[in-house]
C-alpha cells in the first residue's frame, strides 16, 4: 500500500525574488493568462456605493490616479475562488452596518483590510520602480519596510493557502459605532506603519496590521473609557489620531517562526520584547500628537495651536477635562 506523504504548504514570496510584475498574480505567484487578469483594488460594491471610480488618489510618488486606477494583478482562478466569496461576506456585513460587522470573524476584516492595503503598497511599489528607472537608478527600498511588507503578504496566504496563527492575532482591530453622513466616504492609509482607518455607513474601522495586538494593549484604557458608546465623527478622528501617532511610536520589527504541520502551516508569533529592554513604543508626544490631530480634523477646521493652547492636555472631543467620555449627543459640530 502506498504512503502519500502531506504536500507541505508551498508560500509565495515576492520581495525575496523582488517581483512586482503584472505577469503573475499577487497572492500566489502563478503566471497569468493576460496581463490584463486584474481585480480593483477598492473592490466595485464599495466604488458604486461611494461613486468613487473617478474621484482622485494620490500615490506618494505625488502621481495622481483614480481609485478605479489601482489594480491587482490576479488569477481569475483565485478571484473566484477566495476573493470573491470573502469580498461577498464583507460586503453584505458591510451592508447591515455596524452590528453586522461587528459579527464578522475579524481575522476576515484583516483579510479583507490587508488585501486593499497590499494592493495599494504594490502599486506605490510599482510606481517607485518605474520612477527609479526612469531616472536611471535600481529600485530601492528599506530593509525594515520589506520585512514588514513581506510579512503582511505571507499572513494574506491565510486567504488562499491551510496558513493558521498559533494562539494570537498579528494585529490590533477597533470598531466602533459613528454617527457619520451616510454620503462620506472616509478613507485613510500609512503605509510604512501599516495602518488603515475606514469610517463609513454607522461605523468606524481601524486595523494596524502587524503589531500583535500592541497597539490594543497601549490603548486599553482609553477603550475601555469609551466602553462601545457610539461615537461623533470628530470622537473617531481622534481615536484614530491616537492609533497612526501610537503606531508610528512602536519600536519592534516583530518576528515569526513558520511550524509546517502535514499540509498546514502554523505561524507563531516571537517575544515582542525580543532582546530589548526598552519600552515597545517611543516616548509620547503631545505637539507631534497635535499635528496629527490638526490633519486628522480637518473636516471641522482646528489648527494645532488650539489643539495644543495647553501642552499638557491637548485638546479632546473624547474626554472631558476630568477625564469622563463625552457622550457624541452632547457635541454641537457639524457631523
Not at 520585512?147 to 494562539?167: A, D, T
Not at 499638557?312 to 457639524?334: K, Q, R, T, W, Y
Request: charged fraction near 20%; proline fraction near 5%.
Amino acid at each position: 500500500m502506498a504512503i502519500f506523504a502531506a504536500m507541505p504548504v508551498k508560500l509565495y514570496a515576492p520581495f525575496e525574488s523582488s517581483n512586482f510584475s503584472n505577469k503573475v498574480c499577487f497572492l500566489t505567484g502563478q503566471t497569468l493568462n493576460s496581463e490584463e487578469e486584474k481585480i480593483q483594488v477598492f473592490p466595485q460594491w464599495l466604488m458604486s456605493l461611494y461613486e468613487l471610480e473617478e474621484k482622485p488618489f494620490k500615490l506618494l510618488d505625488e502621481s495622481m490616479a483614480t481609485y478605479k486606477d489601482i489594480k491587482l494583478p490576479c488569477a481569475a482562478s483565485v478571484n473566484e475562488t477566495y476573493l470573491e466569496p470573502l469580498e461577498a461576506r464583507i460586503a453584505a456585513a458591510f451592508n447591515g452596518g455596524y452590528d453586522a460587522v461587528k459579527a464578522v470573524d475579524e481575522l476576515q476584516l484583516f483579510q479583507w483590510a490587508g488585501k486593499l492595503l497590499y494592493g495599494i503598497i504594490f502599486n506605490e511599489i510599482q510606481a517607485g520602480i518605474r520612477q527609479q528607472y526612469a531616472q536611471g537608478e535600481e529600485f530601492n527600498i528599506s530593509q525594515s519596510i520589506i520585512h514588514k511588507f513581506s510579512n503582511l503578504h505571507l499572513m494574506l496566504q491565510s486567504i488562499n493557502l491551510p496558513v493558521f496563527f498559533e494562539e494570537f492575532k498579528p494585529f490590533s482591530l477597533f470598531l466602533f459605532k459613528v454617527d457619520n453622513d451616510e454620503k462620506e466616504f472616509g478613507y485613510r492609509d500609512e503605509i510604512n506603519t501599516l495602518t488603515l482607518a475606514l469610517r463609513i455607513k454607522d461605523f468606524g474601522l481601524i486595523i494596524c496590521f502587524q503589531d500583535n495586538g500592541a497597539n490594543r494593549q497601549y490603548h486599553r484604557e482609553t477603550i475601555d473609557k469609551i466602553n462601545n458608546q457610539p461615537l461623533h465623527p470628530i470622537q473617531f478622528e481622534e481615536f484614530s489620531g491616537r492609533i497612526f501617532y501610537s503606531a508610528y511610536l512602536f519600536n519592534r520589527l516583530p518576528e515569526y517562526n513558520l511550524l509546517p504541520v502535514g499540509e498546514e502551516l502554523f505561524i507563531e508569533a516571537m517575544p515582542l520584547r525580543g532582546i530589548s529592554s526598552k519600552p515597545l513604543f517611543d516616548d509620547w508626544q503631545n505637539k507631534i500628537y497635535g499635528q496629527v490631530l490638526e490633519n486628522f480634523w480637518k473636516n471641522w477646521g482646528f489648527l494645532l495651536l488650539e489643539i495644543i493652547k495647553n501642552p499638557e492636555e491637548p485638546m479632546s472631543f473624547l474626554f472631558d477635562a476630568d477625564g469622563n467620555f463625552v457622550n457624541a449627543a452632547l457635541i454641537e459640530l457639524p457631523r
